[in-house]
T-cell receptor, first 112, second 116 residues
Framework: AQSVTQLDSHVSVSEGTPVLLRCNYSSSYSPSLFWYVQHPNKGLQLLLK??????LVKGINGFEAEFKKSETSFHLTKPSAHMSDAAEYFC??????????FGTGTSLTVIP | EAEVAQSPRYKITEKSQAVAFWCDPI?????LYWYRQILGQGPELLVQ????????DSQLPKDRFSAERLKGVDSTLKIQPAELGDSAMYLC??????????????FGPGTRLTVL
C-alpha cells in the first residue's frame, strides 16, 4: 500500500533563507511523487512531479525536490524564501491504479 | 492554459437543504476526482471517475452524497440533506488517461461550502 508522511505540520523561515519541507513515502515500487501548493481559499497548484526520470526535479517558483530511493524521501527545497511562498504544501504519491494519496500538509510561514 | 472549472465558488446553505456542485475538467481528461478538504487538513477523495464510470467511491457517504458524470465530461456532486459537518472545500481535479502510475492531477479552484 502507498502512503505519504509529511514530517512537519508547520515550518517557519525568514524571508531570503532556505526552505526545506520533508516528505517520506511508502511504496512497494518506485512511485510517481508530486508536490502541490495551496494558498488560502484556493485550489491546489502543481509545483513539480517525479515520474522515474531524473531524481532531481525542478518545479515552478524556484522549488525543487530530490527523489532518494534509499531514504524513501522526496523533500522539497528552495534556496531563498519569498513572502509569496507562504502557503500549505502537500506531498502526494500516485499508485498504478491512478489513485493519489495525500500527505497531511505542511504550513509554511515566511517571516519578513 | 486549460483549467478545471468549478461552480459555484462559494455556497452557503442551511442544514437539511440540498446543494449541488459542478465541475468541468480539462478537455480530453478521462479521469475526474472529487475531494473534500476540511479546514486544516489534506484533501480526502470522495469519488473517482474513469470516463462515465465510477472506479472508487469507497469514501463517499452514499446516504447523502451522490455524484454523476453522465457523458464522461462534466460532473455534478450533490449533497442531500446537507449537515453542519459538511462544511468544507470541495475540490475537483482531472487527469489524462496516461500510462498507469504516471498521471498528473490538475485541480480546480474549489467550492467553499458553509452549512448553517
Amino acid at each position: 500500500a502507498q502512503s505519504v508522511t509529511q514530517l512537519d505540520s508547520h515550518v517557519s523561515v525568514s524571508e531570503g533563507t532556505p526552505v526545506l519541507l520533508r516528505c517520506n513515502y511508502s511504496s512497494s515500487y518506485s512511485p510517481s511523487l508530486f508536490w502541490y501548493v495551496q494558498h488560502p481559499n484556493k485550489g491546489l497548484q502543481l509545483l513539480l512531479k517525479y515520474t522515474s526520470a531524473a531524481t532531481l526535479v525542478k518545479g515552478i517558483n524556484g522549488f525543487e525536490a530530490e527523489f532518494k530511493k534509499s531514504e524513501t524521501s522526496f523533500h522539497l527545497t528552495k534556496p531563498s524564501a519569498h513572502m509569496s511562498d507562504a502557503a500549505e504544501y502537500f506531498c502526494v504519491v500516485l499508485n498504478t491504479g491512478n489513485q493519489f494519496y495525500f500527505g497531511t500538509g505542511t504550513s509554511l510561514t515566511v517571516i519578513p | 492554459e486549460a483549467e478545471v472549472a468549478q461552480s459555484p465558488r462559494y455556497k452557503i446553505t442551511e442544514k437539511s437543504q440540498a446543494v449541488a456542485f459542478w465541475c468541468d475538467p480539462i478537455s480530453g481528461h478521462a479521469t475526474l476526482y472529487w475531494y473534500r478538504q476540511i479546514l486544516g487538513q489534506g484533501p480526502e477523495l470522495l469519488v473517482q471517475f474513469q470516463d462515465e464510470s465510477v472506479v472508487d467511491d469507497s469514501q463517499l457517504p452514499k446516504d447523502r452524497f451522490s455524484a454523476e458524470r453522465l457523458k464522461g465530461v462534466d460532473s455534478t456532486l450533490k449533497i442531500q440533506p446537507a449537515e453542519l459537518g459538511d462544511s468544507a472545500m470541495y475540490l475537483c481535479a482531472s487527469s489524462p488517461r496516461g500510462r498507469a502510475g504516471t498521471d498528473t492531477q490538475y485541480f480546480g479552484p474549489g467550492t467553499r461550502l458553509t452549512v448553517l
